[in-house]
DNA sequence: ACTATATAGTTTGATATCGAACCAAAAGGA
DNA sequence: TCCTTTTGGTTCGATATCAAACTATATAGT
């Protein structure tokens, strides 16, 4: 006899469970997005300021590869965004010295204030938020957060 | 002396951490969204989808404002998703006899054997979560994020 | 050394989404 | 009853993103 229900891989509850998981990720994506966006000075958007603060914090100098793979979008995007970037002055690109193919990305002067602009125009966005979800539990489920990205980035 | 220091609304770090799980957050959102899409028969979008699964799961005769609000989208984007499906012939829109603004959404019998489908295409991509993710941790976290999401829908 | 393959970056065409303006119908107030 | 305001839905223009094709350079295998 066939194993008909023997091996229930994903019970159908289970799938159910991870759909409403990436649904409530989904719009809380959606919606912090939007308002994000709202109010970015400089008609920056989300992704340009994301990168601008990738910068800062974890050092300029990487490739347009790279950062592509750091933030998950596609390559053309990536250099959509970076001659954005370049255009508001706030970003410099040079050529690789050790690779022809490749160029490296340098914040400027003015991109790092942008970028104090864009953080101080954020915070007051999250003034209230502590109330209804303290620190405590954004520290709680960071980590299984973390574990479903990699997993989604590696399993591709 | 003017209480410089004396209400810290919001310690630098704290703001550090919400900013890491939007971003935490908008990343999985972009990698699910886009591993959907690739196997989503019909072609059918993620925001497609999610209407018909709505429709099944919570019965159908919404409005579309009221579905707009639902999903967190403009209008205007429902309006567009809705013509896409009724163009594929899913869903079927008639007008509400009660308020001639208005419309009622109903799935076609292929709206709901296209939404089979997708769901069928949609399991085995998850198929190898449970291992590094499993069900428990979802259902964990998920409370968490249900209230974000709500504070970002009322607090705007 | 040569050839094949992989990688860096750009470009192109398509599309989902947004915000804002718009029209029509309903609801509320004086 | 009329006028104002709100609400439902569509349309329009702009834009961020994707996938795929393409060029140039680098790497690897024989």
């Given at each position: 006899m066939p194993n008909k229900t023997a091996r229930p891989a994903q019970p159908a509850e289970t799938g159910a469970l991870y759909f409403r998981l990436f649904n409530?990720?989904?719009?809380?994506?959606?919606?912090?997005?939007?308002?994000?966006?709202?109010?970015?000075?400089?008609?920056?958007?989300?992704?340009?300021?994301?990168?601008?603060?990738?910068?800062?914090?974890?050092?300029?100098?990487?490739?347009?590869?790279?950062?592509?793979?750091?933030?998950?979008?596609?390559?053309?995007?990536?250099?959509?965004?970076?001659?954005?970037?370049?255009?508001?002055?706030?970003?410099?690109?040079?050529?690789?010295?050790?690779?022809?193919r490749s160029k490296r990305v340098f914040l400027t002067a003015s991109g790092r204030s942008a970028r104090e602009a864009a953080l101080k125009a954020l915070v007051p966005e999250l003034a209230g938020l502590p109330g209804s979800f303290p620190p405590a539990l954004a520290a709680e489920i960071l980590p299984a957060l973390e574990r479903l990205r990699i997993w989604l980035d590696t399993n591709r």
């Open positions: 409530e990720i989904g719009i809380i994506a959606q919606l912090s997005g939007n308002r994000f966006q709202r109010v970015l000075p400089q008609g920056l958007t989300v992704a340009q300021f994301s990168l601008l603060n990738h910068g800062v914090r974890l050092g300029d100098g990487w490739t347009p590869a790279r950062l592509a793979a750091a933030f998950q979008v596609t390559k053309g995007t990536m250099t959509n965004t970076l001659q954005k970037l370049e255009a508001k002055g706030f970003i410099r690109l040079e050529p690789d010295p050790g690779d022809a």
